[in-house]
């Protein structure tokens, strides 16, 4: 069982920057994979970023690249989302999940808000 905190949410105006962080219980975070998924109003939810269990690879959505870092410190069973240049269409609950085989865990989400 993973239990997930997530925090650094907020309201940020349009080029701002926003760290969210995930913490997770447990022994065995480093074998998780890590991933951000968000969930604005009336969408579904949509895979952000991820990052291997050793932190070797990682992959964005579209929207997210070249703005967006996930990374990840297995010491602190800590995972991150650097939000930069955010935008507007940027707003939504943003969840994290860790993954191993067929098991899911997920956060209870934290809400970011870009004004224009």
């Known amino acids: 069982q993973v239990q997930l905190v997530e925090s650094g949410g907020g309201l940020v105006q349009a080029g701002g920057s926003l760290r969210l962080s995930c913490a997770a219980s447990g022994r065995t975070f480093s074998s998780y994979t890590m991933s951000w998924y968000r969930q604005a109003p009336g969408k579904e939810r949509e895979l952000v970023a991820a990052?291997?269990?050793?932190?070797?690879?990682?992959n964005y959505a579209d929207s997210a690249k070249g703005r967006f870092t996930i990374s990840r410190d297995d010491a602190k069973n800590t995972v991150y989302l650097q939000m930069n240049s955010l935008k507007p269409e940027d707003t939504a609950v943003y969840y994290c999940k860790a993954n191993r085989g067929f098991r899911d865990y997920w956060g209870q989400g934290t809400q970011v808000t870009v004004s224009s």
């Open positions: 990052i291997s269990s050793a932190g070797g690879s990682t």
